[in-house]
């Protein structure tokens, strides 16, 4: 099982430009959660997607926004990029609604220039 | 709404001595708790995890943590660390007043010396 991947690794881009960020989930969990987690600082919730719906949405402006695949898999779409949008970004897979535990991947690294 | 603080943003510690990392949350209703683990340029790894029953939770790589809801805490400890547990170690809250989504905390950095 190669769990939770994401792609890229690294990104950079510059001010104003849109990026799409990619997670396949682990095998068999078919709720994906991004976070965003800035340098020194924990995992903020962006959202969560759920049989291709988002569920949950933490507080992001709509220049954040989503969509999950049939196969459970996900994307991350960030608009008109702000320098302060550079952080680390996380996808999470979990079993359950009540994620009582959720696998991680390595993250992609954006960098807005 | 839900929160967490861990009392720290750096632990140093030698090699083979004990650990406690702090961490205290605020909810309003019943809450699972969690530990995750981030070495560096990689994802969040669990840790371990309070859903119910004993208060008392093992996880891997030696960690526990205890959970005292008359303290809102859920403290991580190690009686003995290792070099390779030089890590940034996140305390997350989730429960029904945050929709069941884990609210993390800004993190400890545990440095281990030799």
């Known amino acids: 099982d190669a769990g939770v991947t994401q792609s890229p690794t690294h990104l950079i881009k510059t001010r104003g430009q849109q990026v799409t960020l990619r997670c396949s989930p682990k095998?068999?969990?078919?709720?994906v959660s991004w976070y965003q987690q800035a340098l020194g600082q924990g995992p903020q919730f962006i959202f969560q997607?759920?049989?291709?719906?988002?569920?949950q949405r933490g507080n992001f402006p709509d220049r954040f926004s989503g969509h999950q695949f049939p196969n459970y898999s996900s994307e991350l779409n960030v608009n008109a990029l702000l320098l302060g949008d550079s952080a680390l970004y996380l996808c999470?897979?979990?079993?359950?609604?009540?994620?009582?535990?959720?696998?991680f991947g390595q993250g992609t690294r954006l960098t807005v220039v | 709404a839900q929160s967490v603080t861990q009392l720290d943003s750096q632990v140093p510690v030698f090699e083979e001595a004990p650990v406690e990392l702090r961490c205290n949350y605020s909810?309003?209703?019943?809450?699972?708790l969690f530990w995750y683990v981030q070495y560096p340029n990689q994802g969040l790894q669990l840790l371990l995890k309070?859903?119910?029953?004993?208060?008392l939770v093992k996880g891997i790589n030696g960690f526990e943590a205890e959970f005292n809801k008359s303290q809102t805490s859920f403290h991580l400890r190690k009686p003995s660390v290792h070099i390779s547990d030089t890590a940034e170690y996140f305390c997350?809250?989730?429960?029904?007043?945050?929709?069941?989504?884990?609210?993390f905390g800004r993190g400890t950095s545990l440095i281990v010396h030799p």
């Open positions: 999470a897979s979990s079993l359950d609604a009540l994620v009582t535990e959720a696998f």
């Open positions: 095998s068999g969990h078919d709720t």
């Open positions: 997607y759920y049989e291709e719906e988002e569920r």
């Open positions: 909810s309003s209703v019943s809450v699972y």
């Open positions: 309070y859903l119910s029953g004993s208060t």
């Open positions: 997350a809250v989730s429960g029904p007043g945050g929709s069941y989504i884990p609210t």
